[in-house]
Structures are given as structure tokens and as C-alpha cells.
């Protein structure tokens, strides 16, 4: 893999902890009481869920709006599902990450449910030299139109290794000569900065219309995320 470009690492910023019960600790007591918000919070846990999201979107829109087409835009064929969305799910991912092949299911369970839905797939090698290797391989079968062949091929391997990567760009057509593009660095470049403007603490990182979920929250999380992003688009 010597002729792979390394990169140093992700930068940006932590993701802050959405303190959302103190939140509401703080202020309800002065509204209608400290006991009857603790009894809310316990029976409706659902409140949390809300308004943890509602932080969150208020907290990136702005920036997501200003960079929606360089989020939501694929890089050549680095997407899955419908042609014309309703929503776009987008997942900056690495290929050593376990929580990325973890959710990979999940996406794939939730494409198989919704035909309105579409799959940006960003790549965020932030693991090391092997990461990087395999995110320029897969954005050169990207821009051959093949990164649904690379990309089942090299996950189905179960690891990134001098083999597995050669046997993923075999199965996609891709010779070693394509990784030299200017434009594959230029986009691992950019996605690495607007990962860090998202507050990117790792990988998976999921974009979901104003939602940003840095984890493997899970099939539930995720399909609320895309229902709330279709009934903004919806009421807009």
C-alpha cells in the first residue's frame, strides 16, 4: 500500500453533551414544579428524545444549510436508494470502524423499507494508514460508477488488508493507477473538514435533514430521524 496517501487525522471540534434534563430541572420548577417535571421525564421519556433533537438541530442548521450540497450531493456513485428522495440519510464512515459495519444493516433494512429514501455514503478514514487506503479505493470505483461492488466486496471481507483491498477493487474493475486522482483527495479533504464542523467525534456519523447523530444509535434512531426530516420537508 505504498502508494496510498496518509493523512494525519480528523480535526475539529468535540461534540458537547446535550444536557436536556437539566435543562428542564432547571427551569420547571418555577412553571409548575420540580416534582411534576421529574414525573413527566419519567413517564414520558419520549419529552427527552425531543428535545435532545430539537437541540441538536438548532445547533447545526445553520451550518448544515450553508453546506447542504456538499453534504447531501453524492461523489459520483457513493449512494444507494431513490433517484429523486424525499430524504437523505447521509453516513461519513470508515471502513475499519466496527460501529460503521454494525450499522450497515440498518441502512441496508431501512433502503429496503422506504423507496423514498436515499443513501449518501462520505468517506472519513480517521483509523489509520489502512482507512485512508481503503477510502481512496473506494472513491476510485466510486467515480467508475462501481462503488456498490467495491464497497459489499470489502465489508463481506471483514477487514481492510493488502488482500481484501485488491480483491475489492478486482471485483469493482479498478486498477491501482485510478487511486492517483486529484479529485479522491480533494474529497476525503473536504469531508474531513465538514466532519469537524459537525462536531465529529468518530465515525459513523450520520446527517439526517437538521439531525447529527455521531454514533451507531440504531435502526429506531435513525428512522425517527428520517420521519422528522420528511415531515419538516413536508410542512415547508
Given at each position: 500500500m505504498s502508494n496510498?496517501?496518509?493523512?494525519?487525522?480528523?480535526?475539529?471540534?468535540l461534540v458537547g453533551a446535550l444536557a436536556t434534563a437539566t435543562v428542564l430541572l432547571a427551569a420547571g420548577p418555577g412553571l409548575i414544579g420540580e416534582?411534576?417535571?421529574r414525573d413527566a421525564m419519567t413517564n414520558h421519556p419520549d419529552i427527552l428524545v425531543d428535545a435532545a433533537a430539537s437541540l441538536?438541530?438548532?445547533r447545526f442548521a445553520p451550518m448544515l444549510e450553508a453546506n447542504r450540497s456538499l453534504i447531501e450531493e453524492p461523489f459520483h456513485s457513493s449512494w444507494a436508494g431513490a433517484e429523486n428522495p424525499e430524504v437523505t440519510l447521509v453516513e461519513y464512515y470508515d471502513y475499519a470502524c466496527g460501529f460503521c459495519r454494525q450499522a450497515k444493516p440498518d441502512l441496508e433494512r431501512l433502503l429496503a423499507e422506504d423507496p423514498t429514501l436515499r443513501v449518501v455514503y462520505r468517506e472519513l478514514p480517521v483509523?489509520?494508514?489502512a482507512s485512508v487506503a481503503a477510502a481512496r479505493a473506494?472513491?476510485?470505483a466510486s467515480k467508475a460508477g462501481k462503488f456498490a461492488e467495491f464497497h459489499e466486496s470489502l465489508w463481506a471481507s471483514g477487514g481492510i488488508s493488502e488482500e481484501s483491498?485488491?480483491?475489492a477493487l478486482d471485483a469493482a474493475g479498478i486498477t491501482v493507477e485510478a487511486l492517483d486522482d486529484p479529485a479522491i483527495n480533494a474529497e476525503i479533504d473536504r469531508n474531513l473538514e465538514i466532519a469537524g464542523l459537525l462536531g465529529a467525534t468518530g465515525t459513523p456519523l450520520f446527517v439526517i435533514g437538521d439531525q447529527v447523530i455521531n454514533s451507531a444509535d440504531g435502526y429506531a434512531a435513525y428512522k425517527d430521524a428520517?420521519?422528522?426530516a420528511r415531515k419538516k420537508a413536508q410542512d415547508a
Amino acid at each position: 500500500m505504498s502508494n496510498k496517501v496518509l493523512l494525519a487525522g480528523l480535526g475539529g471540534g468535540l461534540v458537547g453533551a446535550l444536557a436536556t434534563a437539566t435543562v428542564l430541572l432547571a427551569a420547571g420548577p418555577g412553571l409548575i414544579g420540580e416534582r411534576l417535571v421529574r414525573d413527566a421525564m419519567t413517564n414520558h421519556p419520549d419529552i427527552l428524545v425531543d428535545a435532545a433533537a430539537s437541540l441538536e438541530a438548532q445547533r447545526f442548521a445553520p451550518m448544515l444549510e450553508a453546506n447542504r450540497s456538499l453534504i447531501e450531493e453524492p461523489f459520483h456513485s457513493s449512494w444507494a436508494g431513490a433517484e429523486n428522495p424525499e430524504v437523505t440519510l447521509v453516513e461519513y464512515y470508515d471502513y475499519a470502524c466496527g460501529f460503521c459495519r454494525q450499522a450497515k444493516p440498518d441502512l441496508e433494512r431501512l433502503l429496503a423499507e422506504d423507496p423514498t429514501l436515499r443513501v449518501v455514503y462520505r468517506e472519513l478514514p480517521v483509523l489509520g494508514p489502512a482507512s485512508v487506503a481503503a477510502a481512496r479505493a473506494s472513491l476510485a470505483a466510486s467515480k467508475a460508477g462501481k462503488f456498490a461492488e467495491f464497497h459489499e466486496s470489502l465489508w463481506a471481507s471483514g477487514g481492510i488488508s493488502e488482500e481484501s483491498l485488491n480483491a475489492a477493487l478486482d471485483a469493482a474493475g479498478i486498477t491501482v493507477e485510478a487511486l492517483d486522482d486529484p479529485a479522491i483527495n480533494a474529497e476525503i479533504d473536504r469531508n474531513l473538514e465538514i466532519a469537524g464542523l459537525l462536531g465529529a467525534t468518530g465515525t459513523p456519523l450520520f446527517v439526517i435533514g437538521d439531525q447529527v447523530i455521531n454514533s451507531a444509535d440504531g435502526y429506531a434512531a435513525y428512522k425517527d430521524a428520517i420521519e422528522r426530516a420528511r415531515k419538516k420537508a413536508q410542512d415547508a
